[in-house]
């Protein structure tokens, strides 16, 4: 699972560099309920003293600090080249160890050993759930709780076991975003030969008949997960036990990055639309600015035309006057103009006068 790996990144910070000779005293949380501890004096830079507290699985959530034997047999298998057990462990935790790197020459490996005591809590966790699940009856359901305010129920049948999550959510949009990743899960996992069976119902399976009402309350339904005989082999134990622990963690973990794509979708989506809407409203400004423009110049060219036609019509009325050539008569001068006739004189050779007969 992404971000839920099970090792300790804090860890793996604080013991790479307590490798310088300088002393060292952390106390941290994870998780909420895992407690680290971590020294080292400059005197004695090749031993580390961790400590760890974690709750203990069973169904009553117990507050007991001793971790049991065959947890201590794990974490003593797992960090026997480098580590030992200390007894009594430090006063509040569950189990301390000595770290000693010295014999490791290589920074390779060195780096190694450092992963794997960062995964600590998931093999102190894992070692109790797969004993937890190796113990289990063949009737009735079996109440873990890693989270006090998200217990889960394990339960056997002929062949496999039943790991079964009530899951609750704050709000109705969690409930919708969960269901839909629910359905994508089921849906995925029967594709898978390998991987667990999950199934996803919005009422409590058979195996939890006789539950209190109180468990069997929830939102957002119920998802089981069918673990088979290969899925707790050898190394495969610890990683399996890790993912059931941190399911509803990591479901609650995806949720929140779904709801923060969501609205950075729509925040996008929003300023997308905000800068059509801008860029619509500036051209529109231009568009009305050359619209008008537009007309300007249409009404400039609608005067100039009708000038350019009246002056053609002056021009035409004027040539037509030009080209009138009707005398203009007025009735009282008729008499004035006779008394000005003149005589007309013959033009023939036979009509002139003899003056000397």
Known sequence: MAFFNGGSR???????????????????????????????????????????????????????????EFTLQEVR????????????????????????????????DRARAVRQVSLLQSIVLGSQLKHLLGSLGSSGATKLVYNHRDPFFVSRTPGKINAIFPMRFRDDTDVAVATSFFQELQDAGSSYAKAPKCSWSAIPPPELRGESVQHLTTNGGFVSFDIFERHVKRKRAAKTAWILLNFQAYVKYHIKCTRNYIQSRMRKRQESLAEVIQNARLRGGQDK???????????????????????KGFRSVIDGLRRLRLRIRVKALDRFRRCFVMPKLATKKHDYLRLGA
């Open 10 to 68: 804090a860890l793996v910070e604080i013991l790479t560099s307590s490798e310088r000779p300088m002393p060292v005293d952390h106390t941290f949380f994870e998780l909420g309920s895992v407690r680290y501890h971590v020294q080292a004096s400059a005197s004695d830079p090749e031993n580390v003293y961790l400590s760890i507290s974690t709750p203990s699985l069973s169904h009553e959530a117990s507050t007991s600090t001793c971790l049991p």
């Open 77 to 108: 298998k797992m960090y026997h080249k480098f580590a030992e057990i200390v007894e009594p462990a430090r006063e509040g935790y569950a189990l301390t160890l000595k770290l000693n790197f010295s014999g490791l020459t290589r920074p390779k």
């Open 289 to 311: 600015k050359k619209l008008q423009v537009r007309k300007k110049s249409k009404r400039r060219l609608f005067s100039l035309g009708k000038a350019k036609k009246l002056q």
